[in-house]
Structures are given as C-alpha cells and as structure tokens.
C-alpha cells in the first residue's frame, strides 16, 4: 500500500517540476507527467516487441537443422553475445521507429516535441543511473549485514567498510542525480524564459 503513496508523491513532484519550469505556460504544467506516460508506453511496446522477436528467434534456432555435436561443441565468444544483443537491440528500435511513425499519424496527443524527447532522454539517463545504484546498494548492504558480526569486535573495520569507495558511491550517486535534476530544470526553466 505504501508504494502507491510513493509512486502519487514521485508523480505529484514531477508535476510541481513542469510547474516551477513552465510558471506562465499552464499548458505546460504537465509536460514531465506527459513524457514518463509516454515514455512507458514505448518501454512497455518495445518489451512486447522484443519478446515478440525472441519467440521468432527462439523458433528459426528450434527448427533450424544443426547435429549434436557442433551444439556441444560450440562456444559462443562474449564479444558475440553482446554484438548480439546490439542487433537485437537496434532491430527492436527501428521497428518501433516504424510503427510509432503511423501511430502519432492517428493519435496526435503521442507527439512530442524536441524538448519533450530531452526530457524522455533525461529520464532513460537518470533510471540508468538509478538501477546501477540501486544494485550496488543492495550488494553492498547484504555485504554489510554479512559482516556485523565482526564490526562489532572491531571498529577500525567498521569505518574501512563505510569509507570503502563502493560505499562512498551511495552517498555521491544520489547527490549527482539530484544536481542533474536541478541543472535540467534550470536549463528548461531559462530556454522558456527566452522563448
């Protein structure tokens, strides 16, 4: 039930975002609300696309003929993989390309504008972030609970686990992030108050 309070803050403080930025554009106020629906829309699309194209991929390697020998004997590179997984990639973003070219055709309230995109892009970079983070966090903290037994006898411990760099990092990422956040904002608030 929390998470919902959570989740109307997050969305209430990005409406107060287009708010402050875009004081005398009402019609403005909702702009950040506007991209993060729109960008979930392609986020959840291009999920969709994709396992739609992995279904087909899974298929074409099941029927295609290849004896059990060169299965077992073959090992694919890393630099395979992820050359892989670039197509894979790039097929799923042209297609999406085109078929969002003839959706905004029908539906013009998916249109975005140049700034909209930044924004979108913003928030691609600042969930990149945030996920990289969050995973640290997470390891790091089991890391942490795995070791207060010993912290406890030993104090010169503790602060070498505080003050290690992958700790250092909670506190630094968060506060990037937020100044990202503010410079966005004041970079957006300026544009308009030219305009």
């Avoid at 998916?110 to 996920?131: A, G, P, R, S």
């Avoid at 992958?166 to 410079?183: D, E, K, M, R």
């Amino acid at each position: 039930m929390f998470i919902f309070f959570e989740l109307g803050a997050l969305l209430f403080l990005l409406y107060i975002v287009g708010k402050i930025i875009y004081k005398k554009k009402i019609t403005k106020h909702y702009t950040f609300l506007k991209v993060l629906t729109n960008f979930l829309v392609i986020m959840v699309s291009n999920a969709l696309l994709m396992i739609v194209l992995s279904v087909i991929l899974f298929a074409y390697f099941l029927l295609m003929p290849v004896s059990e020998e060169v299965v077992s004997n073959y090992k694919l590179p890393t630099v395979q993989i992820l050359i892989g997984i670039l197509i894979f990639i790039f097929i799923t973003a042209i297609l999406q390309f085109q078929i969002r070219k003839k959706i905004i055709k029908k539906y013009d309230f998916l249109k975005l504008d140049v700034e909209d995109y930044e924004i979108c892009e913003y928030f691609i970079q600042w969930l990149t972030i945030y996920v990289v983070i969050y995973q640290f966090l997470f390891e790091g903290l089991s890391k942490i609970v795995n070791l207060i037994p010993e912290l406890k006898e030993d104090y010169s411990q503790l602060f070498a686990v505080l003050l290690s760099p992958q700790n250092i990092n909670f506190v630094i990422q968060p506060l990037l992030i937020a100044t990202w956040v503010l410079v966005v904002m004041e970079k957006i608030s300026l544009r308009n108050k030219l305009e």
